[in-house]
C-alpha cells in the first residue's frame, strides 16, 4: 500500500481514539487532506482508497488538478484553505464545496453576487484573526459576531468558523477561545487544526482538521 495512504490510515486511527476517548463530541471530526503544491500522480493513492476532503491554497493549481477528477468523482469535497481574491470568487466557487476564508465583508458581498448569479451555494468559514495578528486576514475576535449577522443577512451558507494560530505560541487556549465562539454563534462546524496539534484541536471541539504534511510528506 502506498504510505500516502498508510499515513492517512494512522491520522484516522489516532482521530477515532480521540474522539472516543472525549466521549462528549456529536460526530468524527473530518480529515482535510491538505494537497496543495503536491502533483495529482503524488494524491491519487489517497483519492483511489477513497478519501473524501481535500484541502487547496490556491483557485489556479486547484482548478488544473481538480476539475476532471471533480467532475468524474461528484463525492468529492474541495475545500479552500488559502485566502481568496474577489477576482477569483466565480472560479472558486464552480470548483469549491467549502471555502474556509471568508474574511472581509467585500468578499462576503462579492460571495453572495457570484453564487446568485450561478445559482450555486458554497459553504462557508468565516475565518478568525485568533491571535491579532498583522500579517494575517481574518476577523478580529470582538467584530466576528457582527460579521456573521452581515454574512447570514446575505444568506450565506455559513457553517463554521476557522483559525490559523500563532505558530509559535501554545494553541491551546487559541483552540478554546474559538469553541467558545463557535458555541455563542450555535454553529455546526469547526475548521481549526493542523500536523502537528489536529488532536488538541479535536479536544476543543474542531470538527475539520486540515493536514498536509503528516499525510503526503513535506512540501519541497
Given at each position: 500500500?502506498?504510505?500516502?495512504?498508510?499515513?492517512?490510515?494512522?491520522?484516522?486511527?489516532?482521530?477515532?481514539?480521540?474522539?472516543?476517548?472525549?466521549?462528549?463530541?456529536?460526530?468524527?471530526?473530518?480529515?482535510?487532506?491538505?494537497?496543495?503544491?503536491?502533483?495529482?500522480?503524488?494524491?491519487?493513492?489517497?483519492?483511489?482508497?477513497?478519501?473524501?476532503?481535500?484541502?487547496?491554497?490556491?483557485?489556479?493549481?486547484?482548478?488544473?488538478?481538480?476539475?476532471?477528477?471533480?467532475?468524474?468523482?461528484?463525492?468529492?469535497?474541495?475545500?479552500?484553505?488559502?485566502?481568496?481574491?474577489?477576482?477569483?470568487?466565480?472560479?472558486?466557487?464552480?470548483?469549491?464545496?467549502?471555502?474556509?476564508?471568508?474574511?472581509?465583508?467585500?468578499?462576503?458581498?462579492?460571495?453572495?453576487?457570484?453564487?446568485?448569479?450561478?445559482?450555486?451555494?458554497?459553504?462557508?468559514?468565516?475565518?478568525?484573526?485568533?491571535?491579532?495578528?498583522?500579517?494575517?486576514?481574518?476577523?478580529?475576535?470582538?467584530?466576528?459576531?457582527?460579521?456573521?449577522?452581515?454574512?447570514k443577512n446575505l444568506n450565506l451558507d455559513i457553517v463554521g468558523l476557522?483559525?490559523?494560530?500563532?505558530?509559535?505560541?501554545?494553541?491551546?487556549?487559541?483552540?478554546k477561545t474559538m469553541s467558545s465562539l463557535n458555541k455563542e454563534l450555535?454553529?455546526?462546524?469547526?475548521?481549526?487544526?493542523?500536523?502537528?496539534?489536529?488532536?488538541?484541536?479535536?479536544?476543543?471541539?474542531?470538527?475539520?482538521?486540515?493536514?498536509?504534511?503528516?499525510?503526503?510528506?513535506?512540501?519541497?
Amino acid at each position: 500500500m502506498h504510505n500516502t495512504v498508510e499515513n492517512l490510515l494512522k491520522i484516522n486511527e489516532n482521530v477515532k481514539a480521540k474522539f472516543e476517548r472525549i466521549g462528549n463530541l456529536s460526530k468524527l471530526p473530518k480529515i482535510i487532506a491538505v494537497s496543495k503544491t503536491f502533483k495529482i500522480e503524488h494524491i491519487l493513492p489517497v483519492i483511489n482508497y477513497g478519501h473524501l476532503h481535500y484541502g487547496e491554497n490556491k483557485v489556479q493549481e486547484a482548478v488544473e488538478k481538480w476539475t476532471s477528477i471533480k467532475n468524474e468523482n461528484k463525492k468529492i469535497n474541495l475545500h479552500l484553505i488559502g485566502r481568496l481574491q474577489t477576482n477569483k470568487v466565480k472560479a472558486a466557487i464552480k470548483l469549491f464545496d467549502y471555502i474556509h476564508s471568508l474574511d472581509s465583508k467585500k468578499l462576503a458581498d462579492k460571495i453572495y453576487n457570484i453564487q446568485n448569479e450561478l445559482k450555486i451555494r458554497t459553504k462557508q468559514f468565516i475565518q478568525v484573526n485568533i491571535g491579532n495578528e498583522h500579517q494575517k486576514s481574518g476577523i478580529s475576535i470582538n467584530e466576528v459576531s457582527n460579521f456573521y449577522t452581515y454574512c447570514k443577512n446575505l444568506n450565506l451558507d455559513i457553517v463554521g468558523l476557522m483559525c490559523i494560530p500563532p505558530f509559535n505560541e501554545d494553541t491551546t487556549k487559541h483552540f478554546k477561545t474559538m469553541s467558545s465562539l463557535n458555541k455563542e454563534l450555535n454553529l455546526r462546524e469547526l475548521s481549526m487544526g493542523m500536523s502537528s496539534d489536529y488532536l488538541n484541536a479535536i479536544e476543543n471541539n474542531a470538527t475539520f482538521v486540515r493536514i498536509g504534511s503528516s499525510i503526503f510528506g513535506q512540501r519541497s
